[in-house]
């Protein structure tokens, strides 16, 4: 399923570099085809449209193809994105594994990867990990060294995306600051963009639904409970400072003597998320276990509720009553026209999305919720993939990004 991409504004900017990405924007998201396409959404000449593309089709970003017709003159080329181009380098990260993705520009999967990797290993050795993996795939896929246009990472935890690093992380101990972006950059040679995990699950899922589906509200329970939003234009939506979406560390009734990895008492997280179900928390403010043990619970407690163990089926119940609570919260602050609830227990089991249902439609108001849709996700493991891969085109598609595609063709 190709997931859609964002055609730009049609604004009064006429610097080259935003023309051009205007131009390879609209072409990418299908939004036109022709030449005449272009002129009639951009407002801009025959001749001027003409320069820019054909500046585009000589760099080898966009190509055209005999749109046949049989009528006199020249025949009309269709255009679209060389999918050769460039490469998309895709590394999604989590607690206890890591997946490593590279794709073209048409969204075709060259080479794929995931591998069991803890993530309290610390920094250094995660990108040293990533940069041999990188290069191994790019090497199995016989793609030359630059052909990889744009990295994205995806972090689980808040991240600081201007900065390209996780900003006190609670299941990333010894990231908190680490320069993700600066590093991988300076080794691969390209840009680096570091998001949310979440952020980009929910950016892979809203592009994957039906416009009419959006907004929509992400919320992802694994070894934390994370959410994020894309608001009805297919952008996301990150706050001031990117930590919009941190549903986790909402405190829920009932909880306060249960100690969060945040450090604070009554998250949502601390007693709803896989690896507190896995621990079998209950409010007596006992430690949690080492990471790398939660990691080996949470597998064994997916097990168990896919056998239909009457405790792991009481406990996700009992959690998803309370997420339930937290999601009709940000239903009332939203207004999503579809929630989607991913993770690991939502694929194991039908019992945890039915809890949040019951609650959600019992104590959301009638007008947030009689055309609100609330499923599981249809990507699954593959949202954040999507959505990294939709994030770095759009980057490369970006006027930054075709300036530096461009190189000193470029300027004007």
Same mark, same amino acid.
């Given at each position: 399923?190709?997931?859609? &991409? ?8 006429? @610097?080259?570099?935003? %023309? ?15 030449? &005449? ?14 320069? @820019? ?6 760099? $080898? ?6 749109? $046949? ?33 590279? +794709? ?20 250094? =050795? ?8 990188? *290069? ?21 935890? =808040? ?12 299941? /990333? ?20 963009? #570091? ?31 994370? *959410? ?26 009932? !909880?306060?003597?249960? #100690? ?11 007693? !709803?998320? +896989? ?22 619970? /949470? ?16 406990? #996700? ?8 609570? %937290? ?20 694929? !194991? ?18 007008? *947030? +919720?009689?055309? &609100? !849709? ?24 970006? =006027? ?10 470029? +300027?004007?």
């Amino acid at each position: 399923m190709a997931a859609r &991409l964002g055609a730009p504004g049609t604004g009064s900017r006429r @610097h080259p570099d935003a %023309v051009r990405s205007q131009i390879a924007r609209l072409v990418a998201a299908g939004e036109a085809s022709h030449r &005449l396409d272009l002129s009639r959404l951009t407002g801009l000449s025959r001749s001027s449209i003409h320069t @820019h593309v054909q500046d585009l089709v000589d760099a $080898g970003l966009l190509q055209g193809e005999d749109a $046949g017709g049989g009528g006199r003159g020249r025949p009309a080329l269709r255009l679209s994105l060389a999918g050769d181009a460039g490469v998309v380098l895709i590394a999604d990260l989590a607690p206890f594994s890591t997946r490593c993705v590279v +794709t073209d520009l048409t969204q075709r999967v060259l080479a794929d990867v995931a591998f069991p990797w803890q993530l309290s290993e610390g920094p250094e =050795p995660t990108v040293a990990l990533l940069v041999d993996r990188f *290069a191994d795939l790019l090497g199995q896929a016989k793609i030359p060294a630059d052909r990889p246009r744009v990295l994205v990472v995806g972090l689980p935890g =808040p991240v600081d995306v201007a900065r390209g690093m996780a900003v006190r992380p609670p299941i /990333m101990p010894g990231w908190d600051g680490f320069p993700v972006a600066e590093q991988l950059g300076g080794v691969l040679g390209c840009p680096v963009l #570091v998001d949310n995990d979440v952020n980009l699950m929910a950016l892979g899922e809203a592009r994957t639904v039906p416009p009419e589906q959006l907004p929509v509200l992400f919320v992802t329970v694994g070894a934390g409970i994370g *959410a994020g939003f894309v608001l009805a234009d297919g952008t996301l939506h990150r706050g001031a400072d990117g930590a919009a979406g941190d549903i986790g560390h909402i405190r829920v009734p009932g !909880a306060e003597e249960v #100690v969060c990895r945040c450090g604070k008492a009554g998250c949502v997280e601390a007693v !709803a998320s +896989t690896a507190a179900l896995a621990r079998g928390l209950t409010p007596t403010g006992e430690p949690p276990l080492d990471l790398a043990e939660d990691g080996a619970a /949470m597998r064994d407690f997916v097990a168990r509720l896919r056998d239909g163990l009457p405790e792991a089926l009481h406990a #996700v119940r009992a959690a998803g009553a309370t997420l339930g609570e %937290v999601i009709a919260l940000c239903i009332h602050m939203l207004n999503p026209r579809h929630v989607v609830v991913g993770g690991e227990v939502v694929e !194991a089991s039908d019992d945890l999305l039915s809890a949040v249902r019951a609650v959600v439609y019992r104590h959301a108001l009638p007008l *947030a +919720t009689r055309e &609100l !849709a609330i499923t599981r996700s249809e990507l699954g493991g593959d949202a954040a993939v999507v959505g990294a891969m939709v994030l770095g085109i759009e980057q490369l598609l970006s =006027p930054t990004g075709i300036g530096r595609f461009l190189g000193p063709r470029g +300027t004007p």
